[in-house]
């Protein structure tokens, strides 16, 4: 009887952890559907994503961090966002402290905390967004990305950001901030 009412709760329960948005791995950081487990060779990936026409993007977590949760509580759910994320993005996640190594664009390959490091990130979370073309020899992530997005922002503005990238606005005169405050604008207008 213990047996069958363990195996009810169990099938009761299952359905519900699909329906989650995220999760919490072995390593403390938020896990999605939409993250993609790679070897962490920065130019295999951006040519992976290049391939399924996708803006490859890293995402740069840590361990108990209160504004990752907020992002991937609030905002990531978001089905707009959501969305987003899933038919535009290639999204590699990184540990702020973890040990895994990656390989930079420039060829050097070390810790994912050494990385970091060495690409002067100092708070999670943090969204490196990086063009379709393979940046230049000797280049790093850090040079090479086109924008980066520190902490954790709400809804509107992280869509925006979603946005400005896919519409190549880093290749325009319009800063992300104009853009936002057009957009908004724009929306009071109507």
Known sequence: ??????????LAVTPALADEDYYVGDDGLHKT????????????DLEEANAEGKRFMI?????GCIYCTKMHEQVFPDPEIKAMIEDNYFVVQMN????????????????????ISKW???????????????????????QAAVMTMPGAFGKFTTLSM?????????????????????????????
Not at 96 to 115: A, H, N, P, Q, W
Not at 166 to 184: C, M, S, T, W
């Open 1 to 10: 009887m213990l047996k069958k009412l363990v195996i009810l709760c169990a």
């Open 33 to 44: 559907h939409w993250m993609r487990d790679t070897f962490r060779d920065m130019a295999e």
């Open 59 to 63: 995402i740069i977590e840590q361990r």
């Open 96 to 115: 702020m402290f973890g040990d895994v190594e990656i390989t930079d664009f420039d060829g050097e390959t070390l810790s994912e905390k050494d990385m």
């Open 120 to 142: 002067n990130i100092v708070f999670t979370p943090t969204m490196m967004f990086f063009d379709d073309k393979l940046p230049p020899e000797g280049t790093n992530a850090s």
């Open 162 to 190: 979603f946005q400005y990238i896919l519409e190549k606005g880093n290749e325009g005169d319009e800063h992300f901030q104009k853009y936002v405050a057009r957009i908004i604008a724009e929306r009071d207008e109507n």
